[in-house]
């Protein structure tokens, strides 16, 4: 039932090619997103979870294939990666900490010509008014349901540093802002199934970080002379999942 932005449409595979160009290189992958497991001449997918990979992972074949790993330390020789892609995963790791280190594990397993493109589930500078998203999904104005849940948690995350909202609170701030179901799938024509797959956030312990471009490029320079942003396309809420491009890693010896 995952629709964009959750999963990258073709326009998005498109931005991964055309940025980091991949079809010679051999790609290692943060997580198993199918969608993305033809990129590259070769690759490898990383994800700590058996069940990710039992569950999505489209299958190996002689070009690619998925290995249970750790993404802070991957599975990888030091300066061995052409190039590294990953879908969303600085969201889903938690705060500034867990961002740096991952940035940190990046930068180590590339090769100093090596390159990095990862798309982004980023708040705008300025936060949303909960009311003017409301009125706005009402009105018809946005893409899918999955798009409205990243924009309901966006204007749940507070001006902390981390930008970090537990999922829990991704679900209190929808239940707030539309409480009634009903409305919500006969003025959008979502089915109520879809709006329901929320719920799955209840009583979870998942931490989820929105930060902001301006935050994610400055933590990357620790460890990046080059970053760069750039467009994803114009599928709806694109203008916040832009792909955060990162070469030249440091040498932190």
């Not at 993305?36 to 700590?48: K, S, Y």
């Not at 009402?138 to 909202?165: E, Q």
């Not at 239940?175 to 919500?184: I, S």
């Not at 970053?227 to 440091?250: F, H, I, N, W």
Request: with cysteine.
């Amino acid at each position: 039932m995952l629709g964009s932005p959750l999963r990258p449409p073709p326009e998005v595979v498109e931005a991964y090619n055309r940025e980091l160009d991949l079809a010679r290189s051999h790609v290692v992958m943060f997580g198993v997103t199918p969608e993305l497991a033809g990129l590259g001449a070769r690759m490898t997918a990383v994800d700590e979870s058996a069940d990710m990979i039992a569950g999505i992972w489209p299958g190996d074949t002689e070009r690619r294939k998925a290995v249970r790993g750790d993404w802070f330390d991957p599975p990888m020789s030091d300066a061995s990666v052409d190039a590294l892609i990953g879908d969303g995963c600085l969201t889903v790791i938690g705060g500034a900490d867990a961002r740096q280190a991952l940035f940190s594990a990046i930068a180590r397993v590339l090769k100093a010509d090596g390159r990095a493109g990862i798309r982004l589930y980023a708040s705008p500078e300025t936060r949303d008014d909960p009311r003017d998203v409301r009125a706005l999904a009402l009105a018809g104005g946005v893409s899918t349901f999955h798009d409205l849940k990243w924009r309901v948690a966006m204007t749940a995350v507070a001006g902390a540093p981390d930008y970090v909202i537990p999922v829990t609170g991704i679900l209190e701030q929808f239940e707030a802002m539309f409480p009634d179901r009903d409305e919500l799938s006969t003025r959008t024509g979502w089915e109520l199934p879809v709006i329901g797959t929320v719920d799955v956030y209840r009583n979870s312990s998942v931490i989820y970080n929105f930060a902001p471009v301006s935050a994610l490029v400055e933590e990357a320079k620790v460890f990046f002379d080059d970053v760069d942003v750039a467009s994803t396309g114009t599928y709806g809420l694109a203008e916040r999942c832009p792909l955060l491009v990162l070469r030249a890693p440091k040498r932190r010896d």
